[in-house]
């Protein structure tokens, strides 16, 4: 390198990539600042002192900058754009994630309201013993039928089943050696006086008292029912 020190060479490298850059920056539609014509000058001067060959590597320098330049501002802005996606996605799932917990806990709320609903309805669609008139005597599909009219229906297979273990749906049943009675073989069979006093030749009466008995001592019929299976009496 004769014709400039390697100081100048520097200076004059700098001055043309500089140079080189408000070019392109102008050919890119950027808005040019205003040039001084002496420093313009000047910098062609110190261009025109380096070797040709060496020109196009300045030149080359500059543009391989403007681009390192423009590569990284694109790294940064996809990066921004990703962290700003994954930002709304987030929110978007979160937003998705309560929804879903509402609608559960509202379709839980409807079903608990429909089941006491129906369980209120089965309760009060049952009858009470004394809106049955008397007969002189009942079969046994008749006795059932009045039971699946006074017990609630979820509870009247367990009803159902201690009946048949105690006295097989006969009404008049009685144990010859204890003197159980009726259907649910009370023991004294006065006992089911509390709910008439035609205990001994109506059905609906022993079944309401059979009832109310379960309740009272065990919650329900299929609570007794279970006390049974266990024990073999209740």
Not at 57 to 83: C, H
Not at 168 to 178: E, I, L, Q, R
Not at 189 to 210: E, H, R, Y
Request: with cysteine; net charge negative.
């Amino acid at each position: 390198m004769s014709r400039i020190s390697v100081r100048g060479f520097a200076v004059a490298s700098a001055t043309a990539v500089t140079a080189v850059g408000s070019v392109v920056g102008v050919a890119s539609g950027s808005t040019a600042q205003p040039i001084d014509a002496e420093a313009t000058a000047s910098d062609s001067t110190l261009l025109a002192d380096i070797p040709a060959g060496q020109q196009a590597q300045v030149q080359t320098a500059s543009l391989t900058q403007q681009a390192d330049a423009q590569a990284i501002a694109a790294d940064a802005s996809a990066k921004k754009d990703a962290e700003e996606a994954a930002r709304k996605q987030a929110a978007k799932d979160a937003v998705a994630k309560q929804e879903a917990a509402e609608k559960a806990e509202q379709a839980a709320k409807e079903a608990k309201e429909r089941e006491e609903a129906e369980e209120a309805a089965s309760r009060s669609a049952t009858r009470d013993a004394s809106s049955f008139a008397v007969q002189s005597s009942y079969s046994i599909a008749q006795i059932q039928a009045m039971a699946r009219q006074i017990v609630p229906a979820d509870q009247f297979q367990c009803f159902s089943n201690i009946v048949d273990h105690e006295s097989d749906w006969n009404y008049k049943a009685v144990n010859p050696s204890s003197g159980a009675y009726g259907l649910f073989q009370a023991l004294p069979g006065s006992k089911m006086s509390s709910v008439g006093a035609d205990w001994q030749t109506n059905p609906a009466t022993q079944i309401q008292w059979g009832l109310n008995y379960m309740n009272d001592r065990y919650d329900s019929p299929c609570g007794a029912w279970s006390f049974w299976q266990a024990n073999h009496w209740y």
